[in-house]
Nanobody, 125 residues
């Protein structure tokens, strides 16, 4: 089993920035990629970004390309999501996720083996 500790969510004005973190523990060796999904009120959970275990390969959903950056600190089994130029439509609960697949493969909801509990991001003036 793998457990996550997520942090960094909060309230931010449009155009602002937030940095989410997700620290993994447990059977880390079973993880091939980690990433983030989000779920807005009344909507389905959707893929945001992912990164390979090596930290070399990243993959992004189109709505966040150029604004969000995913990176990792393998020494501390932690993945980060730097979110810039935030928009009201980015408001959602953000979930850390991991699976035994590639970074691109992790964009498939069905490939997720482990989920975090989520952290709320609210973008509002």
């Amino acid at each position: 089993q793998v457990q996550f500790v997520e942090s960094g969510g909060g309230l931010v004005q449009p155009g602002g920035s937030l940095r989410l973190s997700c620290a993994a523990s447990g059977s880390i060796e079973s993880i091939y990629a980690m990433g983030w999904f989000r779920q807005a009120p009344g909507k389905e959970r959707e893929f945001v970004a992912s990164i390979s275990r090596t930290g070399i390969i990243t993959y992004y959903a189109d709505p966040v390309k150029g604004r969000f950056t995913i990176d990792s600190d393998n020494a501390h089994n932690t993945v980060y999501l730097q979110m810039n130029n935030l928009k009201p439509e980015d408001t959602a609960v953000y979930y850390c996720a991991a699976g035994q697949t590639t970074a691109q493969g992790l964009s498939n909801y069905g490939a997720i083996k482990y989920w975090g509990r989520g952290t709320l991001v609210t973008v509002s003036s």
